[in-house]
């Protein structure tokens, strides 16, 4: 393999977070300072973010058998960048006053951060599986990181059992994969099960469970069980990260093995998404109902949000689509950051317990009048309200819908903004 200039410049936002995670583990290892490790982890990131376009404009290219450098991970990774760095800024307030070591948790965020980025860049389901146990194993530890709260460990193990079980699935799912198309690439495995004709059961087998543990990452309903209680348990800046990042990486490399695996996004597997999306829609917004804390209400509203983004995945294929996904999903991050970062700026400094239930809140204008702000604005956008982000990315999905003919999808859709409006 020949490693050229436009390769490295490619793999920069990789390379620079790869560095700035061994740079922040070597600067723990010499002297534990919360503030010099905190602003060590906040540069790295800006490079990384910055370094963004030189990649998009040196690729696309395939860097390795694994790796690939084009618009699609240019654009998720630097979403995924700009959301990792919300989430360290937000953590520099909030554990100001925990007690124990503050230092390993922005370790722990940019080692997950560089999994994100592998996952979005794998063409490979070996990258793929890579990537995402590297993104996901330090949110074990994150989830958990404030243990001698009984939720925030509670919620932690709860995460770890759940997502090893969904590993195992997505593991068993490849195998079956290989024992039949012989590739583990996702062009090459496209064509093996295109030239096959009729998709075999042990290659339908293999497609459900890797969309399994997929779904249970995206937390799908009926595969979103854990989400509540890892939302509430998990520290407000981890609540953002999970809600965000974690997500938008898996989404984008299910969207990747869509578009290069035709195969998957046919007959069985149409009907299946479609199942998928409806139940989100509809079990997202019903549970918000009767919640009264904020971070539970959250992690049942983003599943909703994914079940309305699986409608544009749905009418896929068509570029239509793709933009339509890339604008909710950019509306989704941005107004969920907005909403987590109020919970943790309200929660800040670290007390033992987050600022989440909702008469944390009452009088909340008296006291921080442009947090209030914030919050009604986020709020205001995930319902959907026209002028902000989440009515734009609502319209957008509507119109996919229509064209596509996804009437249920589009009733659910409609329905499900009419419940959401009640408890946003």
């Not at 370094?51 to 690939?68: E, I």
């Not at 997500?247 to 290069?260: D, G, H, M, T």
């Not at 409608?311 to 793709?322: E, F, H, K």
Request: hydrophobic share 55%.
């Amino acid at each position: 393999m020949t490693i050229t200039t436009q390769m490295i410049f490619a793999m920069l936002p990789l390379l620079i977070t790869g560095a700035t995670a061994i740079l922040v583990m070597l600067s723990i290892a010499i002297r534990r300072q919360h503030d010099f490790n905190a602003t060590m982890t906040v540069i790295g990131l800006n490079l990384a973010l910055f370094s963004v376009p030189f990649a998009h404009a040196a690729g696309p290219q395939l860097l390795t058998p694994l790796l690939q450098m084009d618009g699609h991970a240019s654009f998720f990774i630097g979403l995924v960048l700009f959301a990792t760095l919300a989430c360290s800024t937000l953590m520099h307030a909030y554990l100001k006053n925990h007690e124990g070591n503050k230092e390993e948790m922005y370790l722990l965020l940019v080692l997950s951060a560089l999994g994100a980025i592998v996952l979005i860049m794998s063409r490979h389901l070996a990258t793929l599986f890579i990537g995402l146990e590297l993104m996901s194993i330090p949110v074990y530890g994150l989830v958990a990181y404030t243990f001698r709260n009984r939720r925030s460990l509670e919620g932690g193990i709860k995460y770890l059992i759940l997502s090893a079980a969904a590993s195992a699935f997505m593991l068993f799912g490849m195998a079956l994969l290989y024992a039949e198309s012989g590739a583990l690439n996702f062009g090459a495995l496209g064509a093996q099960l295109a030239s096959a004709g009729i998709i075999s059961p042990f290659a339908l087998a293999g497609f459900a469970m890797i969309l399994m543990a997929l779904a249970f990452k995206l937390s799908l309903a009926p595969f979103h069980l854990w989400t509540p209680d890892v939302y509430e348990g998990a520290p407000a800046p981890v609540g953002a990260y999970l809600a965000t990042v974690s997500k938008v990486a898996v989404f984008a490399v299910l969207l990747r093995l869509f578009v290069e695996v035709p195969v998957a996004h046919t007959g069985i597997w149409v009907t299946f998404l479609t199942v998928l999306a409806f139940f989100s829609i509809a079990v997202g917004n019903l549970l918000a109902l009767n919640q009264n804390n904020l971070k539970r209400l959250l992690g049942y509203s983003s599943i909703a949000h994914f079940g309305y983004i699986f409608i544009a995945l749905v009418a896929l294929p068509g570029q239509q689509s793709i933009s339509t996904i890339n604008i909710y999903i950019v509306a989704y991050v941005l107004t969920t950051i907005g909403a987590f970062g109020v919970v943790a700026l309200t929660s800040s400094p670290y007390n033992g317990k987050d600022a989440d239930a909702i008469f944390d809140y009452r009088g909340l204008f008296w006291r921080r009048p442009y947090l209030t702000a914030v919050l009604t604005v986020m709020m205001l956008s995930l319902a959907g309200i026209p002028f902000t982000a989440g009515f734009i990315g609502k319209f957008y999905i509507a119109a996919i819908g229509v064209d596509a003919k996804l009437w249920w999808l589009l009733g659910a859709l409609v329905v499900g903004s009419a419940i959401g409006l009640f408890y946003y």
